[in-house]
Every structure is written in C-alpha cells, then in structure tokens.
C-alpha cells in the first residue's frame, strides 16, 4: 500500500502536515508491532527470511570446507578408534553434511512467499542437532578406546564449537543444536574424572561453549541490524524515488499550466488592445474638445483621467504580453543593424524630460566609434528604456544616473544605467529578477510598477545571446549591466580586392597562320 503525500491529501497547513506526519509514524509503527507479532522471533517475516537465507548460503559456501574437516577429523580418530569406526563414523557425518546441503538448496530454490518460516527453521535445527550428536559419537568412541585422549576431545570440541558459531550465526538456536552434545559430552568425560585436572578441563570446556554462544549472539545482533539497515535505505530510496516521481509530474503539470498561461495570453493580444484603442482614441477626443467645449469643465478633467489610464493598461498589457510571448517561446527577433549609441541616446531623450522634474541628472559615457550590432532594434530599444525607466522610478531628488556603453574585455558591447538609489538588499535580487516580483522599496514607494521591467530586460538579452548582471548596495546604488556578445558586432569589412588578369599567351611564331575570309 502507497502511502499518500500531503499534497495529494489536500494537506497545506503546517499543523495539518505534522498532524499527516504523526499519523504516517503511528500507522508505521503499528505495521511494524503486527509484523513482530506475527513472527516467531520477534522481527518481522521479511527478516526471519532473509536470515534463513543467509543461513542457506553460509552453510553451501563452506561445504566442501566442512567435508574436508570431517575427513581430517575421521582419519585422526582412526589412530585410537581403528579404520573401520572411524570410517563408519566418517561417512555418517558425511550423509548429515550432504543432506543438511540439499536441504539449503532446496530451500533457496523456493520463492520467498511460499517458504513456511517456522517450518523450516525446525528442520535445519534438527539437522544441525543430529550433526551435533554424531559429532558426539566420535567423542565418545575415542573415549572408550583411550581415555587419556583428552587433548584431541578438546581440541575436537573447540573446532567443532567455533566452526559452528561462525556458520549457524544467523540462526544462534542451530548453533546451540550442532555444539551442545559435543561440549557436554566433553565436559561430562571431565568431570567424572574426579581429579582436578578433570575439572578444570570440565570448567574450560563450557566457558568455551558460553563464549562462543555469546559471539554467535553477537553476530547475530550485527547481521540482524545490518539486515534492518538495508531495509530501512530500501524504504528510504523507494520514498525517495516515489517523492521524486510526484515532484516530476507537478513540475510537469506546473511547466504545462504555465506554457498553457503564456499561451493564452500571447494569443489575446487582439482582444485585448481592441477595447483600449476605443477607449484610448475616444478618451483622446473627448480630453481634446474635438467636437466643441465640454458644458461641465469637471468632464474634461474626467476624459484626461480615463486617457492616463487606458494608456497605463494599454503598457501593462504590452508588457505582460511581451513575457509571455517571451516564455512561449513565440518572440522572435527582427534582427538588423543597430548603433547601439544612437538607441540609447534616443531613449535618453524620450525619458530627460521625466528624469528632469525629478531633479535628476543623467550622464552619458560612451566610447567612440562603435560598429554597429546585429539585433532586434526594438528589443534593444525596450531594454534601454526599462532599465533607464527604473533608475528614475527608483532614485531620490537630486541623485544622478550614468549611462554608459563601450566595449567588453571579449570583444562584445555593453550597456550599463547605474543610479544613487537606496539599492536593493541581496536576498532580495532574485525576487526582483522575477515575474511580477518586486523588493521592499518598490512596495513602499509611491511609484509601484508592475515587476516585469527587469524581466523582460533579462530574457530579451538572454535571446541575443547576452548576459544581464545586477549589482546592488543598500544605500549606494544599483547598476544593471548587459552585454552582447563578440558574434553580434558588425566589424568593419576590409575592401576587397580586385582579381588579377588573366595572364595572355605570347603568340608561338610557329604556329601556320589562320585563313581569313
């Protein structure tokens, strides 16, 4: 079962999303409590399983070390038992190996969800005792046949103990199953001994079988964590990639909205300037008394507002119409020869008047003799004028704003309007740079515009191939700088050359001179 995010849930709040986030633990801890409740050890199925398999997969890997251990082990017992026990005993332990290795692989060979857990792990328990108890045969025999052979029945029971403590980790029951009978028996030998020899060996020989319980335990412990942390990533990347997924599909559908919006609002551009044309031109003509005075001077005044307006709309639609354009990828450049000087200074001169009844000074530095650019005249002419339009907007009575135009270090031309205005704070630049987005200063003052001079400023320079740099200090000023690229400027051609005449053959005296008619 898919567990829903917030989003899909109708969840925005932040109480609703941590109240989302509660219940989400609380459902997993309950998983998890009826997991533990169900199994036999007290972890859940998926774990009983994967710790049978390892199980499976130790005992097959180390197999063939088993065989030759028990043969090792068969041949020394052959030197107090004789040939013949010791090969009797040898090949019974052998037929316990070799069913306990057919047992692990049928077991591997069975898919997870149809393994009966419980069932399985009383059959390799039973297996590992009855390997145990032969294991405690062969003790048994070489203490009947010389009971001063205590030294082999030690050294038989730690390699038996400690060899089981490595493989039947994952599963501490089968360990006990496969060491207990050998260790006891040993330790047993010992003690009925009488001396105190024999029970010091007795004593070792349990201390041993307790340590290595405890480090089967603890081996245990590690793989069960191990296996828990695998489990716990697993779900981490599965909730990852799924978070992942429905991030991928809003920021699709987000991507398709927008592409639907800009769109739509490319496609309106009739319907919308329609209306305001009609209100524009007969606003104009009511404004100017075409057709006589007005009988209430106070209409006048109302048609002059009506015009201000529809001429304010008229700008914000073309501006909004502008972005969209521009995000739908639908804005195409009419590209031709540009003096950028002459554009900028024809900007200057549309905009001084403004910058004047302020009380604003602009300066112009440009380098001289600069070729020309191949743009989009407008496009440049609309950068121009957005940039120059927010330094005045934006800068105190009395300050002063630079335009400058020259070179780059490339080889490119740029454009820089520089003002003394109050500066935009750092973490604000990336608002600004926006759709719609203004700072706090554009909020508080009287001029609030609409948030997409910039903007547009940066996507159309970004469709030249340009770059657009905004720099900013609080209480200093702010400068916008855009360049054009190397590949746009039109570097004067060198005259071409002409080609030299085709050098004439001398006549070859010779030749038989050609009959004339």
Known sequence: MTAMTSEELGITSPAEKAAATRRRDAGKRVREARDRLTSTTGTRPAFDYELLRQFAQTRLSAWLAIVLLVATVGFLSGLWVGPIIASIWTLGVLVVQIAIGARCRKFLAEPQGSVNITQWRVRF????????????????AIVRADPDASTFMLFVMLLVVAVASMLSSSLPVAMLAATAPVTFAVALDFALRGDMQGYVLA?????????FSMLAHRLYSNTLATIEARAEKDALIGEIEQAKAISDEARRRAEAANIAKSRFLAQMSHELRTPLNAILGFSEVMKSEVFGPHTVPTYKEYAGDIHSSGVHLLNLINEILDLSRIEAGRYELNEEAVELIQVVDDCHHLLKLRAKNRGLVIHEVFEPDLPRLWADERAVRQICLNL???AIKFTPQGGEIWLKVGWTAAG???????????????????????????????????????????????NLIDLHGGTFTLKSKLREGTEVIVTFPPERVMSALGPLEEPAPPIQPEPDARRAPQRQF
């Open 412 to 458: 490119g031309q740029y454009l820089s309007v520089r003002d003394t205005g109050p500066g935009i704070p750092e973490d604000e630049i990336p608002i600004v740079l926006a759709s719609f987005g203004q700072g706090s200063n554009a909020i508080k003052s009287a001029e609030q515009g609409t948030g997409l001079g910039l903007p547009i400023a940066k």
């Open 388 to 390: 120059l339009s927010n």
């Open 125 to 140: 328990v039973l297996l590992d005792l009855l390997s145990g108890i032969a294991w405690m045969t062969n003790v048994i």
């Open 203 to 211: 004593a070792m020989a349990l201390t041993a079988q307790g340590y």
